[in-house]
């Protein structure tokens, strides 16, 4: 019997995806992670945005076009905020965020748990990539205003020092990388006495480099800054959600940080790591932004030089604290996302040829017919001409020649 693993989230659904993947292979299934005729399907949904449910709901029907007959079970964030939208699709099961390896037992019915309260151990999920994804932390205790998440994920769960370090000492025998995610990673430890630099200097030993999914500017200091230093085997890319650079935004997001104390954490950064590559997430659009405010978060994203900016029009969810405010026209919201979006092109531009001729390691991660390609320490797409001595999975010292694509042509030191 052959299963079809769909995964419609973030990195924390890929790890629980492919804990679930391996569960279904350890029980004698056929696994996919694709869009592909099976037997059984299970979709990790997400409802971060409207659009991300939207796709939710329109997944079930896509994997119908592959077997009609198919088995659909639902789990995740869109089937734990409102299981009612999958009810009448046919679905053989719906469950929430919690207990997700129990869709390995193929049950039947609604069974959308409590969220928990401690941090769910799943089965360890191989991977066969040279970069691999470690789950250290579930929940969020932030509560901003437009956010849905800490209500389907539920309050912070951080996974044992212990239980993170056997992982990655494992995963260390067949990768190069390990990216460490969470829904708040940064509020790792909070829960159970510890901060991200005890588990920074934990990992020191381990043979392979890190890098932190995501970051909150408020973990920020020269502690955690020192401890990844000091280890060296920290990348130094470091994606900040900044979400707006104007503080009248920023408060009415409940985002807990000025404009002014971003840019001095930048700073610090910067400080330890001089080539860092410093990324964001920036909200356009959000109900109380203005055109002034806009304008305000336009400058001080230029001011920053961020090496990408990742921007998302502002997403009514209903129940959280911003909803009843009337949202901004879509079509000033649209201009406002084409202007953003030209100036974090700019700034990939200027990131990368700042980048030039420097001595960069890189992971070496997917191939074509002409180029074996890979991520450098700072998180630029290095692509190397193929050849004999360039595989996949290894680390290389390189050196970036030109702008290629979206990152740079070169070659090994």
């Known amino acids: 019997m052959k299963v079809a693993i769909i995964n419609l989230g973030c990195k924390v659904n890929q790890c629980e995806c492919d804990s679930i993947a391996e569960r279904f292979k350890k029980d004698g299934f056929e696994v996919a992670q694709e869009f592909c005729p099976a037997d059984v399907y299970v979709i990790n949904t997400c409802a971060v945005t409207q659009e991300a449910e939207k796709k939710s709901r329109q997944c079930v029907a896509r994997v119908r076009k ?9 789990i995740g964030c869109a089937s734990q905020k409102n299981p009612d939208q999958f009810d009448n699709k046919g679905v053989t099961y719906i469950g929430g965020n919690a207990a997700k390896m ?3 037992d193929l049950p039947v019915g609604v069974d959308v748990k409590p969220l928990p309260t401690k941090f769910e151990t799943m089965d360890l999920g191989y991977g066969s990539h040279a970069r691999e994804v470690v789950k250290i932390e579930d929940g969020c205790n932030n509560f901003c205003t437009y956010c849905i998440v800490p209500y389907l994920r539920g309050r912070v769960r951080s996974r044992s020092i212990d239980d993170i370090l056997c992982e990655c000492r494992l995963r260390a025998l ?3 990388e390990i990216v460490l995610t969470g829904i708040n990673t940064s509020a790792w430890g909070e829960d159970i006495g510890y901060k991200l630099s005890d588990l920074v200097k934990a990992l020191k030993d381990v ?7 995501s970051l909150e500017v408020n973990v920020v200091d020269a502690k955690l800054l020192r401890a990844m230093k000091d280890g060296g085997n920290f990348c130094d890319h470091f994606h900040l959600s900044l979400q707006s650079g104007d503080d009248g935004t920023l408060k009415d997001m409940n985002r807990h940080y000025t404009s002014a104390q971003f ?3 930048v700073r610090l950064i910067r400080d330890y790591f001089p080539q860092a590559a410093i990324t964001t997430d920036i909200i356009v659009g959000f109900a109380t932004e203005t055109d002034e405010r806009f304008d305000n978060s336009l400058a001080f994203a230029r001011s920053i030089r961020f090496a990408n900016i990742h921007v998302f029009p502002y997403s009514r969810r209903a129940g959280t604290k911003a909803y009843p405010i009337p949202p901004v026209d879509p079509q000033v919201v649209s201009e406002r996302v084409k202007r ?3 100036l974090k092109n700019e700034l990939i531009d200027d990131y990368l040829h700042s980048n030039i001729g420097y001595r960069l390691q890189a992971v070496m991660e997917t191939e074509d017919d002409l180029f074996v390609v890979g991520h450098t320490v700072n998180y630029i797409k290095i692509y190397l001409p193929r050849s004999s001595s360039v595989k996949i ?3 290389y010292e390189v050196v970036g020649t030109e702008i290629y694509k979206d990152g740079l042509l070169g070659k090994r030191v």
């Open 263 to 265: 840019a001095e954490k």
């Open 66 to 74: 592959y077997n009609p007959e198919g088995k659909v079970y639902v």
């Open 207 to 213: 043979p392979v480099r890190f890098r932190f999914g």
């Open 174 to 176: 067949s990768c190069r």
């Open 393 to 395: 999975g290894e680390m």
């Open 340 to 342: 953003m979006t030209a």
């Open 102 to 104: 129990a869709v390995c």
